[in-house]
Each structure stands twice: as structure tokens, then as C-alpha cells.
């Protein structure tokens, strides 16, 4: 595979934003405003079964949806059929979030979204395998970071304004439905770019795979042989501790702000968005040296460097109550997010097979949700009753951050059996 240039590496990753940007819109801004609606006396324990389930969801969808595109043959190709159906579908689900009257509502919206969200993802994520050579495959994957990261921010500053004190200003009880209208605007903007731009050629299936029926791939669908793919194991427990315990942070932070910090609502959300704009430069470089420096040097150092450094912030995280030092924590967490997005995913990309690349690559986020699924799981069991068992505003919240401080820490350890390996260079 001949190189390409950086600019249609970015335009491949520019659907990520889009992702990115609902997925950040709707958790945890959306779905904390609306659980202390529905849910004032157990937020943190309905915020963490309802991302458990919709997670559970997630898992089951990704990989399934691969095998189809996989094997897709379609004028528009494997990817973009897929990519444009889980877009429309995502925008419904946000309308049906926002004006949720119930819980039960709410939950329906939560796995429509799951649903939605991973019908794009996988095919959108398999364009990396099938459209970059794998010496640039740690640099496409740092602008996928950066595009994460971007879009993480915006989202932030978006939902910060539109669900804070400006936008009940001017919105009043409408501004939840312009926040849930906000990413349905971005992904029309990015599904054109990505349907001119960025897909692959029609009839690029690999006819060996896609011989085999639609039956037997399904029954396979989940299944990779961790002893003749060691690596890939140790990758799928890195991205699990990783991103479990950065998820175990984010998910409640907005929660841990008003119950903890004393912020009210209006505040947390404010001061969330403005940490989320804060950060967000540094991110990027980061993410971008990161990827440079995983092609050069190998994806391993990188990955074990961000697991030390997302350790010592979540530290700090737990010694400190005022605002600027949360800030300094959050930075710290926030450049090792980098590096981790950056090389993690690079290393994903070398280890699919050819021709199996959404299957795999679905197969792949299920580290994602099991990591995000479990973190939200515990933060629902510990936060809420250790609280009130114990009679206090904060210990629920330190104990689910002490199992993520300690679970970035092992995340750098569970990669030490790697080799570390080069990208080759085409």
C-alpha cells in the first residue's frame, strides 16, 4: 500500500469528531441534567446502570455490524452505507434523550444511542486498516486523537454553555433540545465530507473472507484465539484498565463537582465545559507527538508512559479540592488521554487482519466497553450508597477514584510483555 498524503489522513479522520461530539454531548452532560431531573436521590447509581446496559448494548453491536460491512458490496462500498444509517439514527436518538418525561424513557434512548452509534463506528474505524499503509497508521491514529480530543473539548464548551447558566438564559427549558441538536448539525456536516472524500473504493472485499457466508462469520463473529495472538491480549487488557479508569473520572466528575466541590448544577456544568476549552490544546500536541513518536519508536513506550503519567494525576485528583489544582489534575490525566489515544490505537490497526478489519476493530471496542461498562457499573454500586451509608458527600466518590488511580497504574504494567515493534515502513 503507497503512502498518502497527510491531508487525506486528516479528511479519513474527520468523521471522528463528529462521533466524538455526540458521544461528549450526551454523557455526561445530557444524561446527568436529565437523571437529577428524573432521579434527584440516586444520580450516580442511575447514571452508572443506564451506561452499563447501554455499554452491554455497544458490545454486542460492533462486532456483528463489522461482519456485514466487512463483506458489504455496494456502489458506495463497504463502509459508507453503514456510516450514513447509524448517523440518521444516532440524531434520533439524541431528541429521544432530551425530552425523556421518564426513566424508563430515558433508558430506551440510552440503548437506541448504544445502537446508533456503533452501527457508524465500526465501519467508520476500519477505514484507518483499509486506507493508510501501516508505517503512517500511528499518525493517522494521533489525528483520530486529535480529532477525539477536538471534539471532546468543543463538546464540552458546547454542553457548558447550552446546559449552564448562558443557555437557561436564553433557551430556558428548550436548551436541552439545542444541545441534543448541536451534534445532528456536526454529523451532516462530516458524513458529506467523509461519503466525497474519505471511502474506500467499491469491490475492495477481500474475496477470501467474504466466501465464506454471512452464517459462519456471525458464529465467529466474537471470536479472536488470544494464544496465537498473545499481543492482541495484552493490548485488549491495557485498553480495559486504561480507559475504564479514565471513564470512572469523567462519567461522575459533574456529579463529584456539585456534590463535593458545593458547585450548583449550573456551575458544574460552566466549570466542566471550561476545563474540558482549558485543556484541550495541550491535547493535542500531545496526541500529535504521541503518534510521531509511536512510528519511530514503537507504540509500546508510549502506551507505558501514558499509564504512569494518567497515575500520578489521578494522585493529585485525590489530594485536592480547589479548582485550580483540579485543573492542574485534569491536565496531567489529560495529556497521558493523549499519548494513550494516539499509540493504543495505532497498535489496534496493526494487529487486524487484512480483510476483517470492522469485525476486528469491533471486537476491539469491546475493551472499550467492558473498561467504560464496568467503570460506570462500580461508580453506580459505590458512589450513591457509600455515601449514604457512611453519611458523607465524598467518600463514595474517593473510592471509585482510588480504584481508577490504581487501575492506570496497572494498565502501564500489563504491557511490559510487549515486544516492541517499529511500524514497518512503506
Given at each position: 500500500m503507497k503512502k498518502i498524503s497527510f491531508l487525506r489522513m486528516?479528511?479519513?479522520?474527520?468523521?471522528?469528531?463528529?462521533?466524538?461530539f455526540s458521544s461528549n454531548i450526551q454523557d455526561p452532560p445530557l444524561m446527568t441534567y436529565k437523571v437529577r431531573q428524573l432521579a434527584p436521590n440516586l444520580p450516580n447509581t442511575t447514571l452508572g446502570i443506564m451506561?452499563?446496559?447501554?455499554?452491554?448494548?455497544?458490545?454486542?453491536?460492533?462486532?456483528?455490524?463489522?461482519?456485514?460491512?466487512?463483506?458489504?458490496?455496494?456502489?458506495?462500498g463497504r463502509?459508507?452505507?453503514?456510516?450514513?444509517?447509524?448517523?440518521?439514527?444516532?440524531?434520533?436518538?439524541?431528541?429521544?434523550?432530551?425530552?425523556?418525561?421518564?426513566?424508563?424513557?430515558?433508558?430506551?434512548?440510552?440503548?437506541?444511542?448504544?445502537?446508533?452509534?456503533?452501527?457508524?463506528?465500526?465501519?467508520?474505524?476500519?477505514?484507518?486498516?483499509?486506507?493508510?499503509?501501516?508505517?503512517?497508521?500511528?499518525?493517522?491514529?494521533?489525528?483520530?486523537?486529535?480529532?477525539?480530543?477536538?471534539?471532546?473539548?468543543?463538546?464540552?464548551?458546547?454542553?457548558?454553555?447550552?446546559?449552564?447558566?448562558?443557555?437557561?438564559?436564553?433557551?430556558?427549558?428548550?436548551?436541552?433540545y439545542a444541545t441534543a441538536a448541536a451534534p445532528v448539525i456536526?454529523?451532516?456536516?462530516?458524513v458529506t465530507i467523509t461519503?466525497?472524500?474519505?471511502?474506500?473504493?467499491?469491490?475492495?472485499?477481500?474475496?477470501?473472507?467474504?466466501?465464506?457466508?454471512?452464517?459462519?462469520?456471525?458464529?465467529?463473529?466474537?471470536?479472536?484465539?488470544?494464544?496465537?495472538?498473545?499481543?492482541?491480549?495484552?493490548?485488549?487488557?491495557?485498553?480495559?484498565?486504561?480507559?475504564?479508569?479514565?471513564?470512572?473520572?469523567?462519567?461522575?466528575?459533574?456529579?463529584?463537582?456539585?456534590?463535593?466541590?458545593?458547585?450548583t448544577q449550573n456551575e458544574a456544568q460552566s466549570f466542566y465545559g471550561t476545563l474540558k476549552v482549558i485543556l484541550g490544546v495541550g491535547l493535542i500536541v500531545m496526541a500529535l507527538v504521541s503518534g510521531w513518536l509511536s512510528d519511530k519508536f514503537g507504540r509500546k513506550p508510549v502506551m507505558l508512559a501514558a499509564g504512569l503519567v494518567a497515575f500520578a494525576g489521578s494522585v493529585l485528583l485525590l489530594l485536592v479540592r480547589d479548582k485550580t489544582l483540579i485543573t492542574v489534575a485534569g491536565g496531567i490525566i489529560g495529556m497521558a488521554i493523549g499519548a494513550f489515544l494516539s499509540a493504543n490505537w495505532a497498535l489496534a490497526t496493526d494487529l487486524v487482519p487484512r480483510g476483517e478489519e470492522a469485525r476486528y476493530l469491533g471486537i476491539a471496542n469491546i475493551a472499550t466497553c467492558i473498561g467504560s461498562g464496568v467503570a460506570r457499573l462500580l461508580g453506580g454500586v459505590l458512589i450513591d450508597p457509600i455515601n449514604k451509608l457512611l453519611g458523607s458527600s465524598s467518600l463514595g466518590y474517593l473510592s471509585l477514584f482510588i480504584l481508577a488511580t490504581l487501575c492506570f497504574l496497572v494498565s502501564a504494567l500489563v504491557i511490559i510483555p510487549l515486544p516492541n515493534k517499529r511500524a514497518k515502513a512503506n
Open positions: 486528516l479528511v479519513i479522520s474527520l468523521l471522528g469528531f463528529g462521533l466524538t451506561g452499563f446496559v447501554g455499554l452491554l448494548v455497544a458490545m454486542a453491536v460492533q462486532p456483528i455490524v463489522g461482519v456485514f460491512s466487512d463483506r458489504a458490496k455496494t456502489k458506495m463502509r459508507l452505507p453503514f456510516i450514513m444509517g447509524g448517523a440518521v439514527l444516532i440524531a434520533a436518538s439524541l431528541f429521544l434523550l432530551a425530552m425523556a418525561p421518564s426513566l424508563w424513557v430515558l433508558l430506551m434512548g440510552v440503548i437506541f444511542i448504544q445502537f446508533s452509534s456503533n452501527i457508524l463506528q465500526g465501519p467508520w474505524q476500519a477505514l484507518i486498516p483499509d486506507l493508510v499503509p501501516e508505517g503512517q497508521r500511528g499518525t493517522a491514529s494521533s489525528l483520530k486523537a486529535v480529532m477525539d480530543i477536538i471534539a471532546t473539548v468543543v463538546a464540552g464548551a458546547v454542553a457548558g454553555i447550552l446546559l449552564g447558566t448562558t443557555g437557561q438564559k436564553i433557551f430556558g427549558d428548550s436548551a436541552i456536526v454529523f451532516i456536516l462530516f461519503s466525497i472524500w474519505a471511502r474506500e473504493h467499491p469491490g475492495a472485499t477481500n474475496e477470501a473472507i467474504a466466501s465464506r457466508t454471512i452464517g459462519e462469520a456471525l458464529k465467529n463473529a466474537f471470536y479472536v484465539n488470544f494464544r496465537e495472538n498473545p499481543i492482541f491480549g495484552w493490548w485488549f487488557a491495557n485498553r480495559i484498565l486504561f480507559w475504564g479508569a479514565f471513564i470512572a473520572i469523567n462519567a461522575f466528575l459533574i456529579n463529584y463537582l456539585v456534590d463535593v466541590i458545593k458547585m
